[in-house]
């Protein structure tokens, strides 16, 4: 056994899913980890299936609505533009960066979502600017670890170009080997964006994906060797993971122009000013919540009612299905929300008032021609699951599993324990 220091590394292809495993497991890299670990092409991610709510399954091992990151926005009527969900305080719940803490190891983290403000040694946070009076690198600077970052953004900020892509993961990969090389951490969480850009601005298929996953396949190589070049990988366990996948879209859905007409909104301008029903986009599905005053209106929610089976009914609108409360939350969605409105392939939805329906011509403004947050079970959004290394039997292959598995697994490759869990420890891949 070498005496290399422990190492736990996560990676997060974001939009990677089932669908691509066939093709990454001819790349080079990829088809390493798979061959000398366990692997699942069959994982579920949550619902709604986005990527703030998915990633706060994999560290805590909860469905959304028991860590409450149900959304990747706040629930906020008056807003255009809502904040995003990205402080880890909103987290409800203990995440296996407090298990890393716990059992003494250094910490770093990428972009991971929900880890702004964290308690990780070296964070370079994900940080959503929603405001006027907002900037990203103040927002950056409070969130993570403000010595490191300014050390990182002077070496290698030149790499990037806002969150354009693929300089925003060339310039993680960047930040990630000089962290290996300098600070040596032993738990590394990295968040990688390239698929989920690609397939939201050209589609959930295509040569912009294909060469994205390509991309991937390298970056993992160069992490290996970084990793090798730095210690003997005896002691290190590697850990490659998505959130959900995508489909392609073409028709986008405004209900809240629905809500408008029928008198349930009150607007001035681009604003939401006062509600009694309203819909929040959680992209192929959506929220549709009720003010807490209108809870005992009988004469609303039988307004209501008749208004739902008229949306469902209505084929321009695309509904597959209306969840009610109680169905919402046994799937782990927001318990708080009225119903839950599922888009049938190729439809989703947006929050907007102006138009009931638009064909998607462009990417612009929100637009995009993938989408997810659509129901974890549908095939073409189910993602996957690889870990190699120390403590990992090799050759294991698991028929299905749930993005909320992993985070208690890892906590028990840590040495740790995450409680209250939604999750099962996959004991099966164990040594």
Known sequence: ??????????????????????????????????EN????????????????????????????????????TKFQPDRANPDWLYKEKY???????????????????????????????????????????????????????????????????????????????????ECVHYTIDRHDPNVMLIHLTDVDTQRHNYGAE????????????????????????????????????????????????????????KGYLTVQGDKITSYKAIAKTCDGSTYVYINPKCIDD????????DTLNEIKNDERLGVEEIY???????????????C????????????????LTEKVTDTKNHKMLAIHGCLNTKEENKTFFGACGKGIKKGVRIDSMRVWDEGPTIAKIMGGHLPAVDGEILTDILE
């Open 91 to 173: 987290i409800n719940g203990k995440t296996i960066v407090d298990v890393a803490r716990e059992k003494g190891f250094k910490t770093a983290a990428f972009l991971w979502p929900v880890m702004a403000g964290a308690k990780i040694d070296y964070n370079i946070p994900e940080v959503m600017c929603t405001r006027k009076y907002h900037n990203q690198v103040v927002m950056c600077l409070l969130n993570g670890t403000p010595g490191y970052l300014l050390d990182v953004n002077k070496r290698f900020g030149h790499i990037r170009h806002g969150i354009s892509q693929p300089a925003l993961d060339d310039f993680v990969m």
């Open 206 to 261: 295509g040569p912009e994906v294909t060469e994205a996953l390509k991309r991937h396949d390298e970056r993992l190589g160069n992490l290996t060797k970084w990793l090798s070049d730095k210690h003997p990988m005896d002691n290190t366990t590697l850990i490659v993971l998505g959130d959900h996948c995508q489909i392609d879209a073409h028709t986008i859905v405004y209900l809240n122009k629905l809500f408008l007409d």
């Open 37 to 72: 670990g366990a692997f699942c092409d069959n994982v579920l991610s949550v619902y709604p299936s986005l990527t703030y709510p998915a990633h706060t399954s994999i560290v805590t091992g909860k469905l959304p609505n028991r860590h409450r990151i149900v959304a990747n």
């Open 1 to 34: 056994m070498s005496d290399a220091k422990r190492r736990i590394i996560i990676v997060s292809l974001d939009a990677v899913g089932k669908r691509d495993m066939e093709f990454m497991q001819t790349l080079p890299n990829f088809s390493r980890i798979v």
């Open 324 to 338: 009610s409360n109680e169905e919402a939350r046994d799937m782990g969605a927001d318990e708080c929300c009225f």
């Open 298 to 305: 009988e004469e609303f929610l039988d307004s209501l009612t």
């Open 340 to 355: 839950m409105i599922e888009g049938k392939r190729g439809y989703y939805f947006l929050n907007e008032f102006d138009v």
